[in-house]
């Protein structure tokens, strides 16, 4: 697996950075990656509202394989197509998608995490066995099963994908865990006889955030490429949905006599992993909080 906070990223864990937000303003990869990501997203919401200049699954055979223009922004496909309205439709989708399953693998990963390396014993045995045996897979081959025994929704494409980060999730939340579950203020709260749950809600899990914000806009990155390679290969989320790795794929044939319908969604999905690693490497000066000034 790719893509870990870990590594590269050192976090004092005994304490929180106070102005995250501020420092992410003064990043400038941070905010290229924050601008790149609000037009995006604009775009997507544009899609999700239905105010596109053309219905994204609507043909045109008369204007089939038409260039860019003023009528068509990125030109239209092989069946009169507005290239654009797809493009957008099948951001949406990415979106959608990456979100829910990185929001899926963050809650489930973390909890794991966090209630692991806390608890040790039995429970870090079993959460950990899992994990591994997890991490023994390729990403996308696992994706590729699980995608394959379910019922092809978008929703268990993103489920699919969010199984693929749990143990990410899970590996980057225990390890400070473990270190955070030695501290003086955490053994305090444990000598005044607190829950071990409340706990690790009110001591443990707010000291790693910062570590869980950054994983979240990298494991977003790779969410998105797991969901277009999927599509690519015909397992994503099902047509007539828009879908960039499929847009890509259907162009493969056309593209000597028409290369804006593989150009338009190509550039769109470096422009959407590009911006959220930016953003990730932003949250990451923003929340080391040995480097803040």
Do not use: C
Request: glycine share 10%.
């Amino acid at each position: 697996m790719s893509g870990e906070a870990t590594g590269d990223l050192t976090v004092d864990v005994t304490s929180a950075p106070t102005r995250p937000w501020h420092r992410l303003r003064r990043s400038v990869p941070g905010v290229l990656g924050l601008v790149i990501m609000a037009v995006l997203l604009v775009v997507a919401v544009l899609a999700w509202l239905g105010a596109l200049p053309y219905d994204p699954i609507a043909q045109d055979a008369p204007n089939r394989l038409q260039r860019p223009s003023g009528a068509h922004w990125f030109g239209t496909d092989q069946f009169g197509r507005d290239v654009f309205s797809r493009v957008a439709a099948g951001l949406a989708n990415s979106v959608l998608i990456a979100g829910v399953a990185v929001a899926l693998s963050a809650a489930v990963g973390t909890l794991a995490g966090v209630v692991a390396g806390y608890l040790r014993g039995a429970v870090d045995a079993v959460f950990g066995g899992v994990a591994n045996v997890f991490f023994a897979f390729p990403p996308l081959l696992l994706a590729l099963t699980l995608v394959s025994v379910l019922d092809r929704t978008w929703f268990t494409v993103a489920l699919a994908i969010a199984v693929v980060y749990v143990p990410i999730f899970f590996r980057v939340a225990r390890g400070p865990v473990l270190s955070l579950r030695e501290q003086d203020f955490v053994r305090a709260a444990v000598s005044t006889g607190q829950n071990p749950w409340a706990t690790m809600a009110l001591h443990v899990l707010p000291n790693i955030s910062g570590l869980v914000i950054v994983q979240t806009a990298l494991s977003l990155s790779w969410a998105v490429l797991t969901e277009a390679s999927l599509s690519f290969l015909g397992l994503g989320a099902p047509p007539p949905a828009p879908s960039l790795g499929s847009m890509i794929f259907e162009s493969r044939n056309i593209v000597s006599i028409a290369n804006w319908t593989m150009i338009a969604p190509g550039i769109i999905v470096v422009l959407l992993v590009a911006g959220l690693n930016l953003l990730g490497h932003g949250l990451r000066d923003a929340f080391d909080v040995k480097g803040r000034d």
